[in-house]
T-cell receptor, first 110, second 114 residues
Framework: EDQVTQSPEALRLQEGESSSLNCSYTVSGLRGLFWYRQDPGKGPEFLFTLYSAGEEKEKERLKATLTKKESFLHITAPKPEDSATYLCAVLPNTGNQFYFGTGTSLTVIP | DAGVIQSPRHEVTEMGQEVTLRCKPISGHDYLFWYRQTMMRGLELLIYFNNNVPIDDSGMPEDRFSAKMPNASFSTLKIQPSEPRDSAVYFC????????????FGDGTRLSIL
């Protein structure tokens, strides 16, 4: 069964304190892994797509990496405006349904 | 470019009333998804369409829920009769299946059933 697990559920960081969020997945075959950011009262906003193990994508203070079993979202020197819930989703080889994790709620304290 | 547009943004109604949520997908996208989000269960897929045809409605919780997509630019999710446990945020998302594109979400409808 296709499954996505994110950890930790919540993370509090001091401004400038780097850390990583984890997304572990089980799929029969991976077509793509997607990272989203969700702010309160808004819909998830697309950040990155990763397609194959070893691939990396960067955007400002965020870097996403992918292995055959998991993905990490590394946050370098975070700022308070990085506070949000980060969701990952996988798209298996079969079908067109995305499977979402339950997210990591990130709070960056000034 | 216009994103996915949902209406209303907020809906408060009494138990037993009919509720209709609306979605306009991004032009050119051929897939449309309806999700429900709660603190307890996260994002749950309710139903998705391809080229206006329902493909998988296994996530629709009960017969009280129905969804339609009469054309490529409009979809509705209807709850009749509504119950307090239907209170949640409902999201619509669209994508193009080509090149494994990400789903793009609207800002949701926050539904409260009293």
């Amino acid at each position: 069964e296709d499954q996505v697990t994110q950890s930790p559920e919540a993370l509090r960081l001091q401004e400038g304190e780097s850390s990583s969020l984890n997304c572990s997945y089980t799929v029969s075959g991976l077509r793509g892994l997607f990272w989203y950011r969700q702010d309160p009262g808004k819909g998830p906003e697309f950040l990155f797509t990763l397609y194959s193990a070893g691939e990396e994508k960067e955007k400002e203070r965020l870097k996403a990496t992918l292995t055959k079993k998991e993905s990490f979202l590394h946050i370098t020197a975070p700022k308070p405006e990085d506070s949000a819930t980060y969701l990952c989703a996988v798209l298996p080889n079969t079908g067109n349904q995305f499977y979402f994790g339950t997210g990591t709620s990130l709070t960056v304290i000034p | 470019d216009a994103g996915v547009i949902q209406s209303p943004r907020h809906e408060v109604t009494e138990m037993g009333q009919e509720v209709t949520l609306r979605c306009k997908p991004i032009s050119g996208h051929d897939y449309l998804f309806w999700y429900r989000q709660t603190m307890m269960r996260g994002l749950e897929l309710l139903i998705y369409f391809n080229n206006n045809v329902p493909i998988d409605d296994s996530g629709m919780p009960e017969d009280r829920f129905s969804a339609k997509m009469p054309n490529a630019s409009f979809s509705t999710l209807k709850i009749q009769p509504s119950e307090p446990r239907d209170s949640a945020v409902y999201f619509c998302a669209s994508t193009s299946a080509s090149s494994n594109q990400p789903q793009h979400f609207g800002d949701g409808t926050r539904l409260s059933i009293l």
